[in-house]
């Protein structure tokens, strides 16, 4: 038998709750399955009749029958959120942003995963080269989808020596297999100068296509590049032209792929139009949206979130005095939704600062990767007004810790003013300022 799974947490009122289940329990079956890891819980949980065997801390076991609506959740979380563990990358890709670390950071940093269960949970992307045959299958059986891939190109060899892994090209027929099952995907590649852009990059998207409407939208970003890179691949930024290049691609296939199937199915990063100085597509262009954890609409969505939020308010009078710390990338938006601000909060000023990236090199202008000392050196001796704003994604999932380890409090204790995070949407940008 099974020595089951630590559960970790127990949702007030659930149906766990409601049946005596605690922190602490294990447990061991459902309807007399044993749970290998979190993809046969899933698949398991969402059956209407359960019996669940769980054993107590005192050892003792308890066999409970619980009737329930169709994939209604029980209301637990394990000690393990994969409930096994975790997948390392084996690839050694000549892009990987990890490789391009500065030693010294936290263990947990260093880790690449690279785990199918991880792509259902979380949204990760994966290269397929970690998963077994019985990963294939189970994700058809349970429909497990969408399946996020790191497909950087079709050309079976090329991808061979992009990610330094002689089965990388093999392993795309497993997109086949998903293909065929009719599971739902999307997919991503990261783009690197003189490798796999021009017409590998026209290769690589014809192929794709032919995965429609099961692959329903591949983004294209640019390979980051940090400071760190000695020893590694040696690889150039792109550069203004490389960017429009890349954009005429995108938007010839978009045209064509519209056309045929109602979809633009492949989408450039925010990061492109501006490097390009081209104005960022409307809405409607990112078919909803579904790569915004790559960076593709991000900006468009906060800026539309942010003008209907701004067409509720009314003029206000009230004395404020507010910072904003972001990235390169957002800045001049950002910079723009502030003035709008200004002009109906007439006593209010918001300064907004464009951080530069001293701690993985200047190349590096996202607000998500920008460090604690990297703000208390910029903003030291700065005019910071009560409170200084900052985006969520600065900090660690969940907690109030920036990437070089340093906590919120240390921060504000170093530039002597209070700190917010502020959630991601345009509501939540006029909310944080109004609310000050």
């Not at 005192?58 to 994969?82: A, N, R, S, T």
């Not at 390392?88 to 263990?107: A, E, L, V, Y």
């Not at 002689?166 to 997109?175: D, I, P, S």
Request: proline share 2%; charged share 30%.
């Amino acid at each position: 038998m099974s020595q089951g799974h630590v559960i970790k947490q127990v949702t007030e009122g659930g149906i766990a709750w409601e049946m005596g289940i605690e922190a602490g329990d294990r447990l061991i079956s459902i309807n007399g399955k044993e749970i290998e890891d979190v993809f046969d819980y899933h698949f398991l949980v969402q059956q209407e009749e359960l019996l669940v065997l769980i054993q107590k801390e005192d050892g003792e076991e308890w066999e409970l029958e619980i009737e329930k609506e169709e994939e209604e959740d029980l209301g637990i979380g394990f000690e393990q959120g994969l409930m096994d563990e975790y997948r390392s990358c084996r690839n050694k890709c000549i892009f990987c942003f990890i490789d391009q670390m500065p030693k010294g950071m936290r263990d947990t940093l260093y880790f690449k995963d690279d785990d199918s269960r991880l792509s259902f949970l979380q949204g990760n992307y994966i290269t397929l080269t970690n998963m077994s045959e019985a990963d294939v299958e189970r994700i058809i059986r349970y429909r497990l989808e969408p399946i996020n891939i790191s497909f950087h190109t079709t050309n079976p060899k090329l991808r061979c020596e992009m990610l330094h892994n002689r089965f990388a090209g093999e392993a795309l027929k497993k997109v086949d297999r998903f293909y065929e099952a009719g599971i739902q995907m999307n997919g991503q590649i990261v783009l690197c100068k003189g490798v796999n852009d021009g017409e590998e990059l026209e290769r690589s998207i014809e192929d794709l296509s032919r995965y429609l409407p099961y692959l329903q939208s591949v983004s294209v970003v640019p390979v980051g590049l940090t400071r760190f890179r000695d020893g590694l691949y040696e690889m150039q930024p792109f550069q203004k032209e490389d960017a429009k290049k890349v954009l005429d691609t995108i938007k010839s296939w978009q045209k064509k792929l519209y056309e045929a199937h109602g979809v633009h199915f492949i989408h450039g990063s925010d990061e492109w139009y501006l490097l390009a100085q081209e104005p960022l597509p409307r809405e409607e262009c990112y078919d909803g949206y579904l790569q915004l954890e790559n960076g593709v609409g991000m900006l468009t969505l906060l800026e539309n979130e942010f003008q209907e939020a701004l067409k509720k308010e009314k003029k206000d009078a009230r004395k404020r005095s507010v910072s904003i710390a972001t990235g390169a990338l957002a800045y001049p938006r950002i910079q723009r939704m502030a003035k709008q601000m200004e002009e109906i909060y007439e006593e209010t000023k918001i300064r907004v600062f464009c951080i530069r990236n001293d701690f993985f090199g200047e190349r590096i202008t996202v607000s998500g990767l920008i460090t604690g000392q990297d703000l208390i050196r910029q903003l030291k001796d700065k005019e910071l007004g009560t409170r200084l704003l900052l985006p969520c994604n600065m900090f660690r999932n969940g907690e109030e810790v920036f990437l070089d380890d340093l906590t919120r409090q240390q921060v504000e204790d170093a530039l002597q003013v209070k700190i917010d995070i502020v959630k991601s949407s345009g509501q939540d940008f006029v909310n944080a300022i109004k609310d000050v």
